[in-house]
């Protein structure tokens, strides 16, 4: 079965336009795996975050690449909807990796699983009211937390 996984830009994968040490790994771990579509969705306009993937050498990555210049901004899941479409997969195979509550919101109003990362923009505990299932604390779980999570029936 195909899984599609969907990261917010700033705050997930860069601070500004410098990766987070692992950021890479991650990013190509999951990129290799046959069964893993990967995507961005972002509130950076399109011109910023292919500049940003393009720097790092991921641009090649994600397959999908959803931010407001030709989507509603988040919270609305109009970015996910549209990264689901183009890699062809639903919600239940869907995790949305993201540092805000906005991203977490958007997650659960498109049926996703969501998955918060401690190192951004909002704390451990509005990430998890606001819909996340899991928030890891470091980059070092990212690759395990989403196994976890597209793993279980029940998230």
């Known amino acids: ?3 599609l996984v969907v990261f917010d830009l700033d705050g997930t994968l860069v601070d500004g336009e410098v990766l987070f040490v692992g950021a890479a790994d991650v990013v190509r771990t999951l990129w290799r795996r046959k069964d893993t579509v990967l995507a961005v969705a972002t509130g950076n306009s399109r011109r910023i975050a292919e500049r940003v993937l393009e720097a790092h050498g991921l641009g090649a990555c994600f397959s999908s690449l959803q931010t407001p210049d030709t989507n509603r901004s988040k919270p609305d ?3 996910l909807f549209a ?3 183009v890699a062809g997969v639903g919600p239940r195979a869907t995790v ?3 540092d805000t509550v906005p991203d977490m919101v958007m997650a ?3 049926g996703v699983r969501a998955l918060g990362v401690g190192w951004g ?10 819909g996340a299932k899991n928030v890891v ?4 779980q990212l690759v395990g937390a989403v196994d976890r999570l597209l793993e279980d029936d029940d998230a």
Do not use: F, K, Q, Y
């Not at 909002?122 to 009211?129: C, Q, V």
């Not at 604390?137 to 070092?140: E, F, V």
């Open 1 to 3: 079965m195909l899984r």
């Open 77 to 79: 899941p109009e970015m």
């Open 83 to 85: 990264a689901m479409d």
């Open 121 to 130: 923009h909002h704390g451990r505990a509005a990430l998890l009211e606001s």
């Open 96 to 98: 949305m990796v993201g």
């Open 137 to 140: 604390a470091n980059m070092g």
């Open 108 to 110: 659960r109003t498109a």
